[in-house]
């Protein structure tokens, strides 16, 4: 088997060298490439052989186009509607120890404004105040839950 390898491994070479013999034709009938054209020397620019007028230049492309209108703030259907305040909503606005009256409602995140008729409960010496009686029955019937501030970070 040793006597064979030989043989095989000089056919393989052959072969080898062959196959690659029509790409070595092709570069070699390449022309060749051209060097590039030297670099003309420019002569310095200085103070004194610079001219003193300044260098006009070209105004700035105008603006074809205005830039698009700014986003609405809420939604296109949604129009803000003022908030109305009552006497007695006045009144327990000025009990607040905090301005402005807003709070979160903790079962849902909700941004609510504090009016008399705003549902509130007391836990643990907190008031927590909600955005309709539903969201404050779910606090009751499971207050540690939402006491833990899931809501707190917003």
Known sequence: M????????KL?????AFSLLPFAFLACRQAPKQAAAPVQQTEMRTIDNTDPRPVVLEPPPMLRDEAPPPKPIGQPWETPEP???TPEDEKVRAELPFAPAMALDPTD???????AHTPTTEYRGHIYYF???KNKQIFTANPEQYAKGLFKGL
């Open 2 to 9: 040793r006597a064979q390898s030989p043989s095989w491994m």
């Open 12 to 16: 393989l070479r052959s072969v080898s």
């Open 83 to 85: 908030v109305h305040l």
């Open 109 to 115: 995140g909700s941004k609510i404004s504090i009016l």
């Open 131 to 133: 955005s309709s009686e």
